[in-house]
Nanobody, 125 residues
Framework: VQLQASGGGLVQAGDSLRLSCAASGRTFVGYSIGWFRQAPGKEREFVAA?????????YADSVKGRFTISRDFAVNTQLYLQMNSLKPEDTAVYYC??????????????????WGQGTQVTVSS
């Protein structure tokens, strides 16, 4: 399984960014794909996840209403994280990951087996 994250950059508070994650190497039916982030000096934390089949979505409270996770079957296998109304506290390296967690564990890092390399998002005030 390979995951390639992209789309990070330097933006100002209030701006938007869309992160992409290209996934390949297996079928993802029954799996979930998530976004996590790690800010300097902090532990990696859950941001959002989506069930590949059915499309159920899950969000951290800190991003609800501002971030939207989606997937696209049409061209390759793409996962997106649309980030609106960005805040300086959203600054982090963002990682996409694949796993098969039960719903109660979908926010747990340990539930995900495969990880992308990360993309830096920096939000200036």
């Amino acid at each position: 399984v390979q995951l390639q994250a992209s789309g990070g950059g330097l933006v100002q508070a209030g701006d938007s960014l869309r992160l992409s994650c290209a996934a390949s190497g297996r079928t993802f039916v029954g799996y979930s794909i998530g976004w996590f982030r790690q800010a300097p000096g902090k532990e990696r934390e859950f941001v959002a996840a989506i069930r590949w089949s059915g499309g159920n979505t899950y969000y951290a409270d800190s991003v609800k209403g501002r971030f939207t996770i989606s997937r696209d079957f049409a061209v390759n296998t793409q996962l997106y994280l649309q980030m609106n109304s960005l805040k300086p506290e959203d600054t982090a390296v963002y990682y996409c990951a694949i796993g098969s967690p039960i719903t109660s564990a979908i926010m747990r890092e340990a539930s995900y087996n495969y990880w992308g390399q990360g993309t830096q998002v920096t939000v200036s005030s």
